[in-house]
């Protein structure tokens, strides 16, 4: 099963494997000249949605454990230990809540 993402530039879905997905954008969107990435309170929002997406990909696969998607995190996203904690704490509060 390939994870799912949606490229910030033109919102292609696109699954892992298909394009650099630490980059957050497709093939054709890096290629192109004039890449303009969104304001950060965009970009912040989107990577906070991705990030999410991602866990509840991660958590109905019964690949992990989710207090131990953190890893899982780190590795795909390329974040640093403490940011990979924070999104998972969020993630699970508000999965907790029912949101």
Not at 67 to 84: D, I, M, R, S, T
Request: glycine share 6%.
């Amino acid at each position: 099963m390939g994870i799912h993402w949606t490229c910030c530039q033109c919102e292609q879905q696109v699954e892992d494997h298909q394009y650099d997905s630490d980059e957050r954008m497709c093939e054709d969107c890096l290629n192109e000249e004039d890449t303009d990435l969104p304001s950060n309170s965009t970009k912040d929002t989107f990577w906070r949605d991705e990030v999410y997406l991602y866990l509840e990909q991660l958590r109905e696969s019964g690949e992990t454990n989710m207090f131990g998607a953190g890893v899982y995190l780190e590795k795909h996203f390329k974040l640093p230990k403490y940011e990979a904690r924070k999104y998972l704490s969020d993630w699970m509060n508000q999965y907790n809540k029912g949101e």
